[in-house]
């Protein structure tokens, strides 16, 4: 079906679905280019609805990227709700882009961006949508590149069947070059294998066909080692896949897309660093996005006064992992209340640490119409903090809400974890009694308008974390600790949040699954398994149904502990961070060790050694690892 046929029915159907919105494109700042004039034209997937999908910075980035070149395009592209799905079907009509409402199909280029693993089936989903053969191997020469990006690529496998590469890493400067192979590939009619190899010859680009896992008789990996028809290791297909990185971070952009509709963040977004110096030992987003990368407080304030011109937004979140540890984070709050003070600028941070919220930055948020104030001490008791490595002492947590509650914010919202194997009852009762000791400091403040929301997730020993040796907790320990927090975290100004088991066991499962589980994904989908991420549409019985089918337990990836030297199915991915120092970090985990900021000390995790040149190759003053000086 063409672009034209498309806009032709849409006016008819659009009022049979809920948000019509979601379907139409045609947003403020939304790029539209002349397809016929463009070499190059790229489809960018969310894969769930639009309501998400628009929130996320990544691909608004790569948008404004890729349509600042005049030999490229890109165009959004979201799943469709269920109603417009059984609309589309009926109609005929395949998976579209907003801007010109193309047929996924025709485009060059799709790249998928996979964030979590609850989202897989459905960029399976969004495939099956376009006409797209899920498998790499069944595409043909007339069939676009299908390429994905996201946390999920730093460990591909259990997905490396339905990609033809992955781009592991940052992708400010990978999409360029995926724009110029692409480019060469049309105007030279070279062949899709051999543009696969000139893909795998790109610094962060793992192509899986170009590899091949092997097993011990026990079920565990072997290696995962380039195939003999990949080349010598000279044309493409090396191993490791080292991560991509950008040494500085590239100007934020700032004309996002506008969307008709409510999203889940109504905001402009602008990324204040990247990387963390923390060494959380659960926390993969942690290890995998060093080194630290700092913007300026100018820069900063300048984007988001571009960005507020080009939008109208009202508030603005500043996005990192700790945006606390931010250098500058004091400087850059009260910059932003003298440049917006008479505007009702609303600035939201995501995630303050404990040990870095002063006082001063709690009263510079206060003169922004903060709403909720957010903190995440992981643990309730010093012995589990330090086997997370996250050394707060409780008393320091009070102190602190107590001047957020002294200041009138309202509600304190704490994330917790649960599921450790050596977590103990008494850890798990400590969450209770430390929210109810939060609550009552701001009882003493505000009285009953004080709240507290606790919200308790399952640790996930996640790939390329120090964790990543350990066993899962099982189902039955995850509901009994769940409902001791049930029992003892009731009453007026109390609220707490529970992961379900089976969401977090099957997000275990593919996060440390190897090749094996592309079946199993493929047969919960067609079982019907998407929107995984949604309560009301998770369906744990397709997924049980899928390991049975294949023969495959999942327990293998969730409930066994790891010997000190296997090999994991993501260790053919170099993300910067050796082995050997996460192996340390595990083993100092057991022994209650833990390890400080790097930025006062260096602990030795790699970072350096693979990156030095990029690293010395900057300005002093930009320069990561900055505890580590030339020569």
């Known amino acids: 079906m063409n672009p034209e046929s498309i806009s032709h029915i849409l006016p008819r159907i659009l009022p049979q679905v809920?948000?019509?919105?979601?379907?139409?494109?045609?947003?403020?700042?939304?790029?539209?280019?002349?397809?016929d004039s463009t070499p190059v034209r790229i489809a960018l997937l969310f894969p769930d609805i639009y309501d998400i999908g628009m929130s996320n910075l990544g691909l608004a980035v790569l948008y404004e990227i890729i349509n600042a070149r005049p030999e490229a395009l890109a165009e959004r592209v979201y799943l469709p709700w269920t109603d417009m799905e059984t609309v589309m079907m009926r109609e005929g009509i395949p998976l579209y882009s907003l801007e010109s409402r193309r047929p996924v199909a025709d485009f060059d280029l799709v790249g998928i961006t996979l964030p979590y693993e609850s989202l897989y089936t459905n960029a399976l989903h969004a495939l099956h949508l376009a006409g797209i053969p899920l498998r790499a191997a069944e595409r043909g020469e007339q069939h676009p590149l299908v390429i994905a990006g996201g946390h999920g690529a730093f460990n591909p496998e259990p997905m490396a069947k339905f990609f033809d590469a992955f781009a592991v890493g940052e992708g400010e400067e990978l999409i360029l070059d995926l724009i110029e192979i692409v480019r060469q590939r049309k105007h030279s009619g070279e062949s899709?294998?051999?543009?696969?190899?000139?893909?795998?010859?790109?610094?962060?680009?793992y192509v899986p066909a170009l590899y091949r896992p092997e097993y011990h008789t026990d079920g565990t990996i072997a290696r995962v080692a380039p195939t003999p028809e990949s080349g010598d290791g000279n044309q493409g297909a090396r191993t490791p896949i080292v991560k991509r990185i950008v040494p500085r971070l590239p100007p934020p952009p700032v004309r996002p897309v506008v969307p008709y509709i409510e999203t889940v963040h109504n905001r402009y977004a602008i990324e204040i660093m990247r990387g963390c110096t923390r060494g959380c030992r659960f926390c993969q987003a942690g290890h995998v996005t060093r080194p630290i990368r700092e913007r300026p407080v100018e820069e900063i304030?300048?984007?988001i006064d571009r960005a507020l011109s080009n939008t109208g937004y009202e508030e603005v979140a500043l996005l990192s992992l700790s945006s606390s540890d931010y250098s500058r984070i004091t400087e850059l709050v009260r910059a932003l209340g003298v440049k917006f003070g008479g505007s009702q600028?609303?600035?939201?941070?995501?995630?303050?640490?404990?040990?870095?919220?002063?006082?001063?930055?709690v009263e510079a948020l206060r003169s922004s119409r903060g709403g909720n104030f957010t903190l995440a001490p992981e643990a309730a008791t010093d012995s589990m903090r330090a086997i997370l490595n996250k050394p707060i002492a409780a008393q320091q947590l009070i102190e602190t809400v107590r001047e957020i509650y002294s200041r009138k914010w309202t509600t304190v919202k704490l994330y917790f974890m649960i599921g450790h194997p050596r977590e103990t009852e008494a850890d798990v009762r400590a969450i209770a009694e430390l929210a109810r000791a939060v609550l009552a400091e701001g009882r003493r403040s505000l009285g009953r308008r004080a709240e507290v929301h606790a919200g308790v997730s399952t640790l996930i020993p996640k790939a390329h974390t120090p964790f990543q040796w350990m066993a899962m907790d099982s189902r039955e320990r995850i509901l009994a600790k769940q409902d001791l927090l049930r029992r003892e975290m009731r009453g007026p100004g109390l609220k707490l949040d529970l992961t379900p088991p089976d969401v977090s066991l099957l997000e275990a499962e593919l996060a440390r699954g190897d090749r094996r589980l592309g079946d199993v994904i493929e047969r919960a989908w067609q079982a019907g398994a998407r929107f995984d991420a949604w309560s009301d549409r998770f369906q744990p019985g397709a997924w049980h149904a899928a390991f049975e089918e294949t023969k495959i337990d999942p327990a293998f990836y969730t409930a066994r502990e790891r010997s000190a030297d296997e090999i994991f199915p993501w260790d053919h991915i170099n993300v910067g961070v050796r082995k050997d120092y996460l192996r340390r970090e595990y083993e100092a985990s057991?022994?209650?060790?833990?390890?400080?900021?790097c930025r006062e000390e260096c602990f030795g995790c790699g970072i350096l050694t693979t990156f030095r040149e990029l690293?010395?190759?900057?300005?002093?003053?930009a320069q990561f690892c900055p505890t580590i000086r030339p020569g």
Do not use: C, F
């Open 18 to 35: 809920e948000k019509p919105s979601r379907y139409t494109g045609g947003e403020l700042n939304q790029s539209i280019k002349d397809w």
């Open 590 to 597: 057991l022994e209650g060790r833990t390890r400080g900021d």
């Open 301 to 303: 304030v300048s984007s």
């Open 615 to 621: 690293r010395d190759a900057l300005p002093e003053e």
């Open 345 to 361: 600028l609303r600035i939201s941070l995501p995630s303050l640490r404990i040990e870095t919220v002063s006082v001063d930055l």
């Open 192 to 205: 899709r294998l051999a543009t696969m190899h000139r893909i795998a010859d790109v610094w962060g680009m």
